[in-house]
């Protein structure tokens, strides 16, 4: 038992070394409480990790399958990874139907061999199916089938393209890069240039930050509730890209965030977590 344990909590060690913000949730969200909260949180971050993190598309193709016959099957056996095993002793992950948790992987591997998007629209709509599945499944996880995904699906998605962005320098060689052609064209910048700091690759980061925070605002008067973690997540980085639009190197500042933390961090999450039962009735 004290082996399986260990097994889970490694999974959410690697949730909250990408996100570590959201220690602060886990005093709202109790883990002893709510299990599933938290593995379903470290499930998004494995599936992401196999998108994304992975550099050969067959490895990462490979990976993903793996998880879509696991997911579909978990009802019935339980499940052989940790987090499934987590997720699938509460009776809520069998409701939810095999379908709702194998979106997120199917939508994973159709878009591994993406390339760069044309423009910014472009990119919502690339990355849209994988992160809207992923929020679509934690709204019904955390509200019931009922809820929106609406609103947690497009911040899901800015997000994503946020963090794409803070990996520019490593992500340069890459076929889909996280500027999207018509910007790189504006600011004349090609592959090489984008790993080195000048102020073309400044103006092109900060065009990039100043659209994703007016996609913020508007993602703000979409419907539908979000949970705790998700909450937090997008006001980080809502914030991050505000302040790094502002600063002489935007890139800089990407890199170097950390989590806001002490009051003000505490009592965002106190918020969140306030608003969450309310939605809940609890």
Partial sequence: MEGANDALQSYVDKWLAAQPAQRIALAFVDPARYPGHIALA??????????????????????????????????????????????????????????????????????????????????????????????????????????????????????????ALRRLDDDAERD??????????????????????????????????DTLAAAWREAGRLSGPLSVFRMLESREGERLAQRAARAPDPLAVLQRARPAGGIAGTFAAWQAARRWQRDIGA
């Fill in 42 to 163: 470290a499930l998004e971050q494995e599936l992401l990790d196999a998108a994304y993190g992975i550099r050969e598309p067959h490895v990462a193709a490979s990976k993903l399958n793996w998880w879509a016959e696991e997911l579909a099957g978990a009802a019935q056996s339980g499940g052989r990874h940790p987090l499934t095993q987590v997720l699938f002793d509460d009776e809520r992950a069998r409701r939810l139907g095999s379908d709702r948790w194998v979106a997120p992987v199917l939508a994973a591997m159709e878009q591994l061999e993406e390339g760069t998007a044309a423009d910014f629209a472009g990119q919502l709509a690339a990355a849209s199916p994988l992160h809207g599945a992923l929020a679509a499944l934690e709204t019904a996880w955390w509200f019931g089938e009922a809820a929106s995904p609406e609103r947690a699906a497009r911040l899901a998605t800015l997000a994503h393209l946020l963090h």
């Fill in 176 to 209: 889909r890069l996280p500027l999207p052609m018509a910007n790189l064209a504006r600011h004349g910048l090609n592959r090489i240039q984008l790993r080195e700091p000048g102020t073309a690759r400044n103006a092109a980061v900060r065009e990039q930050l």
